[in-house]
Structures are given as C-alpha cells and as structure tokens.
Nanobody, 115 residues
Framework: QVQLVESGGGLVQAGGSLRLPCAAS????????MGWYRQAPGKERELVAR???????NYADSVKGRFTIYRDNAKKTVYLQMNSLKPEDTAVYYC?????????WGKGTLVTVSS
C-alpha cells in the first residue's frame, strides 16, 4: 500500500523559511512524478511545485525564486524548501505521487505564515 507522510509544517513569521519533507512507503524512481500542492481556506487546491522524469521541475509563478523542490530517491523522500515566506503562502500543503498509473496523496501539513 502506497502511503505518503508529510511533515515540517508549522507557524512561521513572514520572511522565514520552512522545509517540508514527504516520505513515501514505496521505492521511488526518477520516472515517478512527485509534487507539492496547497489549499488555502476557501480556495481550490493548486500546484506549488513538482519534479518529473529527468529531474525537471515546474513551479507556480507565485513561488518561483522562493521555493525549491528536490528528491532523494534513496530516502524515498521529496522535499519542498520554502524561503521568504509570505502570509499568502498560508495553506495546507499536500504531497502527491504518481505511481503505477495511480495518483496518491498525503494527508497534508499546515503552514501558517504570520505578518
């Protein structure tokens, strides 16, 4: 059974940093797309960043230059390094994994950025 467990969320002041790890219960390969999405109160879930085959990355325009996604396949973990956080980054952050043709999601971790 594929499971994803996010951690690293919390309360941080604007301008601060957080790193969100997402640990998978299965072995990862570079062909498995992984990503981070977020959902703010009253808004739809949106893509934050993803890493796909060949190590290519995509970022939402709102986080470019501030967030970095990277993975460690040996540790079965994908990370989201978030710098220069803004109050508008406040949301529940969800990890996503594409594996064997299926989509898997973690339960989410709450990030709150105070002004």
């Amino acid at each position: 059974q594929v499971q994803l467990v996010e951690s690293g969320g919390g309360l941080v002041q604007a301008g601060g940093s957080l790193r969100l790890p997402c640990a998978a219960s299965v072995s990862l390969f570079s062909i498995n797309p992984m990503g981070w999405y977020r959902q703010a109160p009253g808004k739809e879930r949106e893509l934050v960043a993803r890493i796909i085959s060949g190590g290519r990355t995509n970022y939402a325009d709102s986080v470019k230059g501030r967030f970095t996604i990277y993975r460690d396949n040996a540790k079965k973990t994908v990370y989201l390094q978030m710098n220069s956080l803004k109050p508008e980054d406040t949301a529940v952050y969800y990890c996503h994994l594409g594996y064997s043709g299926m989509d898997y999601w973690g339960k989410g971790t709450l990030v709150t950025v105070s002004s």
